[in-house]
């Protein structure tokens, strides 16, 4: 879409920057410190940087200087629904442009949003994941002292579904009836 030989998906956190998706860089992260995804990602639209070598802010950056050799950069802001900067979509480039033409720039700004609405589905299944989990957990552990509680007791406790089926018979159900532990159920 923009013509360049690098793209990324940044999330830009306290000590790094990581990519989530990359093509053309072999690198899985950076040093936030280095990060040009840190200055795009707090500004209302894309940031363009048609020759880092010539900006202030980058000149002296090792990507600049060394690999990459970050000449050209854009990057459109990754905002969750809250208004919380996450990151950049961002596109490199190893030579000096002017920036993007209106048909790059709004596609780059519709992939970004694309990208944020794909992280929070995720972050939504995870907390649901996260939720399922529990639940299976305490009902697990809800079993496990329902088990413990029947098997000792004195009496015999057994348990049987609507359809007739037996699911459950405690311990002492065996030792009365010497059954092997297991072969009643049904």
């Known amino acids: 879409l923009c013509e360049t030989p690098i793209a990324l998906v940044a999330l830009v956190e306290e000590n790094r920057q990581r990519f989530l998706a990359h093509v053309g860089l072999d690198l899985s992260e950076t040093p936030r410190d ?68 209106p048909l790059q720039v709004q596609g780059l700004e519709l992939l970004s949003r694309r990208v944020v609405a794909l992280l929070e589905a995720r972050r939504r299944d995870l907390d649901s994941s996260s939720r399922e989990l529990r639940d299976a957990e305490a009902l697990s552990h809800s079993d496990l002292r329902f088990r413990t509680l029947a098997d000792s007791m004195p009496q015999m406790v057994w348990s049987t579904l609507p359809d007739g089926y037996h699911d459950y018979y405690n311990a002492r159900w065996y030792q009365f009836t010497g059954m092997p532990q297991g072969s009643t159920d049904g």
Do not use: K
Request: charged share 15%; glycine share 12%.
């Open 34 to 101: 280095i990060s040009f995804c840190a200055h795009a990602m707090v500004g209302d639209g894309i940031m363009v940087v048609p020759d880092a070598t010539r900006d202030p802010r980058f000149a002296d950056n090792p990507l600049v200087t060394g690999a990459p050799h970050i000449r050209f950069y854009a990057g459109a802001p990754l905002v969750s629904p809250d208004g919380m900067p996450l990151g950049s979509l961002c596109v490199i480039g190893n030579s000096p442009r002017d920036g993007l033409t």
